[in-house]
């Protein structure tokens, strides 16, 4: 069975703040790939990033940053300097061979006040 | 660049009712698939189509769901005899041959009374 754990449910941080979801994630494929998906209250799904099981490199993209670990089953973002805009709800997910479903965590709400 | 696209946005229906969902992905999206969100939830897999085939079907889709992509663009999906349970935000998300990343829609929202 596949499945995403996002232990934290809502996080609220001052802007210009750091901040860190964490995701946690269980699989017998030795194959998977990982997402994290944004949905603002807009309520529509943006795909954030996608990594594969065996690229372990950390990745940046400007203020996002993401740490995969495979030891402990864990795919965190982190947001740096954040901002009002980076307000909503994030999910990650999993997806793993034979299988085109993606399975996803229950989400982290983040809130940024100015 | 157009996104997908859903329609309609917004449905209320009385318990009992049939409704009836379109999905258009984006353009040469072989690969198209349909969540369910409730509220608080993380979507949910319904089911998954590549070109006009339906090749995975979630164990959610009871009889009542019925999901078509005829011609290997546009899809429907169709709820019979709708009961409350069935609100919910029901989501598409299209995928480029070859391609992983799975991109959304803006969903539809359906309340059930």
């Known amino acids: 069975a596949q499945k995403v754990t996002q232990a934290q449910t809502e996080i609220s941080v001052v802007e210009k703040e750091d901040v860190t979801l964490d995701c946690v994630y269980e699989?017998?494929?030795?194959?998977?790939?990982l997402f994290w998906y944004k949905q603002p209250p807009s309520g529509e799904l943006v795909f954030l990033i996608r990594r594969n099981s065996f690229d372990e490199q950390n990745e940046i993209s400007g203020r996002y940053s993401w740490n995969f670990q495979k030891s402990t089953s864990s795919f965190n973002f982190t947001i740096t300097a954040s901002q009002v805009v980076d307000s909503a709800v994030y999910f990650c997910?999993?997806?793993?061979?034979?299988?085109?479903?993606?399975?996803f965590g229950t989400g982290t709400r983040l809130l940024v006040s100015p | 660049d157009t996104g997908v696209s859903q329609d309609p946005r917004h449905k209320i229906t009385k318990r009992g009712q049939n409704v009836t969902f379109r999905c258009d992905p984006i353009?040469?999206?072989?690969?198209l698939y349909w969540y369910r969100q409730t509220l608080g939830q993380g979507p949910e897999f319904l089911t998954y189509f590549q070109n006009e085939a339906q090749l995975e079907k979630s164990r959610l889709l009871s009889d009542r769901f019925s999901a078509e992509r005829p011609k290997g663009s546009f899809s429907t999906l169709e709820i019979q005899r709708t009961e409350q349970g069935d609100s919910a935000m029901y989501l598409c998300?299209?995928?480029?041959?070859?391609?992983?990343?799975?991109?959304f829609g803006p969903g539809t929202r359906l309340t059930v009374l």
């Open positions: 998300a299209s995928s480029p041959p070859g391609g992983n990343e799975q991109f």
């Open positions: 997910a999993l997806r793993g061979t034979g299988f085109q479903k993606l399975v």
């Open positions: 699989t017998r494929d030795t194959t998977y790939y």
């Open positions: 353009s040469e999206h072989n690969r």
